[in-house]
């Protein structure tokens, strides 16, 4: 089983930046590593992914061109550089792993065996 614990939230204006980190600790995080946020009720949102072999991004629609995921081997950190904040990116984010998920599954979260605890990020308008 992989842990996993991320950091980086904070609270900040509409259009600065902030950057996630996600670091694993037990084993590697696997096959793809994906970060996801939530809003209170609502289902989690699929935000960016990675693969952790090859180093293949994918992104959600609301966030592309503005979030950048990456992946640090040598530290076994996943990063998610976020800029060009809006209001609406105000969510609890979590990063997630799983060492047999497959390509076509990385945007639901629930086929991500492993999560970390979740940080805050508070984008004010």
């Known amino acids: 089983q992989v842990q996993l614990v991320e950091s980086g939230g904070g609270l900040v204006q509409a259009g600065g930046s902030l950057r996630l980190s996600c670091v694993a600790s037990g084993r590697t995080f696997g096959r793809y590593v994906a970060w996801f946020r939530q809003v209170e009720d609502k289902e989690r949102e699929f935000v960016a992914a990675?693969?952790?072999?090859?180093?293949?991004?994918y992104y959600g629609d609301s966030v592309k061109g503005r979030f950048t995921i990456s992946r640090d081997k040598t530290k076994n950190t996943v990063s998610l550089q976020m800029n060009n904040l809006k209001s609406e990116d105000t969510a609890v984010y979590y990063c997630a792993a799983d060492s047999s998920i497959i390509l076509s599954s990385i945007r639901f979260s629930s086929a991500y065996a492993n999560w970390g605890q979740g940080t805050q990020v508070t984008v004010s308008s």
């Open positions: 990675i693969g952790w072999s090859g180093g293949h991004t």
